[in-house]
T-cell receptor, first 110, second 117 residues
Framework: KNEVEQSPQNLTAQEGEFITINCSYSVGISALHWLQQHPGGGIVSLFMLSSGKKKHGRLIATINIQEKHSSLHIPASHPRDSAVYICAVGIEGGSEKLVFGKGTKLTVNP | GAGVSQSPSNKVTEKGKDVELRCDPISGHTALYWYRQSLGQGLEFLIYFQGNSAPDKSGLPSDRFSAERTGGSVSTLTIQRTQQEDSAVYLC???????????????FGPGTRLTVL
C-alpha cells in the first residue's frame, strides 16, 4: 500500500462544476503539499499546510490531521484548471523529502 | 527573481554512457532536492542536500547514481553507465530551510527529460 493515496485517478468535469480531489496518507507528516503539473509543463506548488484550511485564489485546501486526510477543492472550475494535481507529504522526523501520491488528472471541458 | 533552472532540458544518450544533469537553485535556498518522474509513474525522491549536512541519499536507485552540490549552490546529478530504465524526467527543487523537521514550500525546476536509447 502506498503511503499517499489520491482519488480519483482521473476526473472529467464540465466548466463551472465544483471539483474535489482527495488525499489520504498513512504516516506521520510534518506538512502536506498540493502540487499542480500542466501537460508538458513544470510543477507548481499550490499549497503547503499542516492544519486547517488555506485558500489560494479560487482553490481551497483542507487537512484533517486526526483522519490523515486532505482535500483540494476547485469551485467554478475552468478549462485552464486542467492539469495533474499531486498530493505530497513531508515525513515527520524525516529529511524534508516529499513522498508523492500518483496524481489526479483533471480535465475540465468548456 | 529567477526560479530554479535545470540543464539540459532534454538529453538523449546511448545505453552505457554517463550523463550529468545540472540544477541551479533559487538564490538563498539552502535545501535542494532531486526527484525523478518516469513515464506513467509518480514522482519519486532521489536525494536531498541541506547546507553542509550529509545529504540524504536514501532514494538513489543504484550506485550508478550520484550527486554533489558545490559551494552550497549548484548541484549535479550523475548517472553512470545509463540503462534504458533510467529514462525519465529528472526534477530539481529548492526551498528555504528554517530548521530541522520544518518543511517549507519547494520550488521546482522545469526538469531534464532523459532518454536512454
Amino acid at each position: 500500500k502506498n503511503e499517499v493515496e489520491q482519488s480519483p485517478q482521473n476526473l472529467t468535469a464540465q466548466e463551472g462544476e465544483f471539483i474535489t480531489i482527495n488525499c489520504s496518507y498513512s504516516v506521520g507528516i510534518s506538512a502536506l503539499h498540493w502540487l499542480q503539473q500542466h501537460p508538458g509543463g513544470g510543477i507548481v506548488s499550490l499549497f503547503m499546510l499542516s492544519s486547517g484550511k488555506k485558500k489560494h485564489g479560487r482553490l481551497i485546501a483542507t487537512i484533517n490531521i486526526q483522519e490523515k486526510h486532505s482535500s483540494l477543492h476547485i469551485p467554478a472550475s475552468h478549462p485552464r484548471d486542467s492539469a495533474v494535481y499531486i498530493c505530497a507529504v513531508g515525513i515527520e522526523g524525516g529529511s524534508e523529502k516529499l513522498v508523492f501520491g500518483k496524481g489526479t488528472k483533471l480535465t475540465v471541458n468548456p | 527573481g529567477a526560479g530554479v533552472s535545470q540543464s539540459p532540458s532534454n538529453k538523449v544518450t546511448e545505453k552505457g554512457k554517463d550523463v550529468e544533469l545540472r540544477c541551479d537553485p533559487i538564490s538563498g535556498h539552502t535545501a535542494l532536492y532531486w526527484y525523478r518522474q518516469s513515464l506513467g509513474q509518480g514522482l519519486e525522491f532521489l536525494i536531498y542536500f541541506q547546507g553542509n549536512s550529509a545529504p540524504d541519499k536514501s532514494g538513489l536507485p543504484s550506485d550508478r547514481f550520484s550527486a554533489e552540490r558545490t559551494g552550497g549552490s549548484v548541484s549535479t546529478l550523475t548517472i553512470q553507465r545509463t540503462q534504458q530504465e533510467d529514462s525519465a524526467v529528472y526534477l530539481c527543487a529548492s526551498s528555504f530551510f528554517y530548521g530541522k523537521y520544518f518543511t517549507d514550500t519547494q520550488y521546482f525546476g522545469p526538469g531534464t527529460r532523459l532518454t536512454v536509447l
